[in-house]
C-alpha cells in the first residue's frame, strides 16, 4: 500500500521561510504533487516533481529525494495569505491515466504577523 | 473560464437516502475524478471517468456511483448513505493523463 507522513500543524511568522516536509512508502513512485488547499476552498496545484532535486517557482520551492521517500516544500517570505493547508501526495503506483493521487492528511500552516 | 464547478455546495441528508453530487469540469477537459476528504484529512480518491466510463476506482463500496455526460460533465451518486459519508466531496478535472489537475470547491455533505 501507499503511506504519506506529514505534519499536523505548523506556525510561522510573516516574512520568514517555513519548511514542510513529507515522507512517503508506495510501492512504485510516479510522481509527487504539492496542493495548497485554503479553508472551504478547492486544492489548488503548487508543483510536482518526478526527478530528485530542487524545483523552484516564485516564492515556492519543492524537494524530493526518491531514495529517502522524502520531499519538502519551501516557502519564503511568507505572507499571510500563504495560511492554508498544504497536502502532499503522490500518483498512485497503479495510475495509468493519472489523477489518482494518494494524498498525506495535509498540514495546516498558520502564518502569524 | 469558470474553472470546474460543482453543485450544491452544500447538502444535508438522512441517513438511508440517496443523494447525487454534480461537477462540471473546466472547458477542454475530458476526465473527471472524484475524491472524499473527511474533516482534518487529505482528500481519498473515489474514481475516475473518461469518455462516459468509469476508468479507475479506489477502495470505495459500491454505494458509490458515478456517470459521465456526453458534455464531459459527470455525476456521483451515493446510496444508503451512512453517518460516515459526511464529508467534502472534490471533483478534479484535467485534459491530458499527466497533466495538472484542476478541483472543484467541492459540495459538503452532511448526513444525520
Known amino acids: 500500500g501507499q503511506n504519506i507522513d506529514q505534519p499536523t500543524e505548523m506556525t510561522a511568522t510573516e516574512g520568514a521561510i517555513v519548511q514542510i516536509n513529507c515522507t512517503y512508502q508506495t510501492s512504485g513512485f510516479n510522481g509527487l504533487f504539492w496542493y495548497q488547499q485554503h479553508a472551504g476552498e478547492a486544492p489548488t496545484f503548487l508543483s510536482y516533481?518526478?526527478?530528485?532535486g530542487l524545483e523552484e517557482k516564485g516564492r515556492f520551492s519543492s524537494f524530493l529525494s526518491r531514495s529517502k521517500g522524502y520531499s519538502y516544500l519551501l516557502l519564503k517570505e511568507l505572507q499571510m495569505k500563504d495560511s492554508a493547508s498544504y497536502l502532499c501526495a503522490v500518483r498512485h503506483p497503479l495510475d495509468n491515466y493519472g489523477q489518482n493521487f494518494v494524498f498525506g492528511p495535509g498540514t495546516r500552516l498558520s502564518v502569524l504577523p | 473560464d469558470a474553472g470546474v464547478t460543482q453543485s450544491p455546495t452544500h447538502l444535508i441528508k438522512t441517513r438511508g437516502q440517496q443523494v447525487t453530487l454534480r461537477c462540471s469540469p473546466k472547458?477542454?477537459?475530458?476526465?473527471v475524478s472524484w475524491y472524499q476528504q473527511a474533516l482534518g484529512q487529505g482528500p481519498q480518491f473515489i474514481f475516475q471517468y473518461y469518455e462516459e466510463e468509469e476508468r479507475q476506482r479506489g477502495n470505495f463500496p459500491d454505494r458509490f456511483s458515478g456517470h459521465q455526460f456526453p458534455n464531459y460533465s459527470s455525476e456521483l451518486n451515493v446510496n444508503a448513505l451512512l453517518l460516515g459519508d459526511s464529508a467534502l466531496y472534490l471533483c478534479a478535472s484535467s485534459s491530458d493523463v499527466w497533466n495538472e489537475a484542476f478541483f472543484g470547491q467541492g459540495t459538503r455533505l452532511t448526513v444525520v
Open positions: 472547458s477542454g477537459h475530458d476526465t
Open positions: 516533481n518526478v526527478l530528485d
